[in-house]
Nanobody, 128 residues
Framework: QVQLVESGGGLAQAGGSLRLSCAASGRTGSGYAMGWFRQAPEKERECVGSINWSGRDTNYADSVKGRFTISRDNAKNTVYLQMNSLKIEDTAVYYC?????????????????????WGQGTQVTVSS
């Protein structure tokens, strides 16, 4: 059984920063990719970005490029989402996700279907 737990959400002002964490526990194995998604009210869940198993490769949605950074600490089984220059439209529930099925997979990760394991989500609210 694998569990993903997000933390670090909350309220921030526009232009401010927040850092989300996602800790994986249980039988995670190694070499797994992770991703961050978000879902705003009445909108579909969208991919914010992902990071490969080593942390060397990342990709981001156009809407967050240059503002958000994904990193990971494999020794801690934790992935981070550093969010800078926050905008009101960044308000959403943020979810981390992982693919434990395909260790050391070298393909891309951009969709919900790429990640079978999900956290419970953490709310991020950006105010003016």
């Amino acid at each position: 059984q694998v569990q993903l737990v997000e933390s670090g959400g909350g309220l921030a002002q526009a232009g401010g920063s927040l850092r989300l964490s996602c800790a994986a526990s249980g039988r995670t194995g190694s070499g797994y990719a992770m991703g961050w998604f978000r879902q705003a009210p009445e909108k579909e869940r969208e991919c914010v970005g992902s990071i490969n198993w080593s942390g060397r490769d990342t990709n981001y949605a156009d809407s967050v490029k240059g503002r958000f950074t994904i990193s990971r600490d494999n020794a801690k089984n934790t992935v981070y989402l550093q969010m800078n220059s926050l905008k009101i439209e960044d308000t959403a529930v943020y979810y981390c996700a992982a693919d434990f099925r395909r260790p050391y997979y070298g393909g891309s990760y951009t969709s919900l279907a790429d990640f079978p394991s999900w956290g419970q989500g953490t709310q991020v609210t950006v105010s003016s």
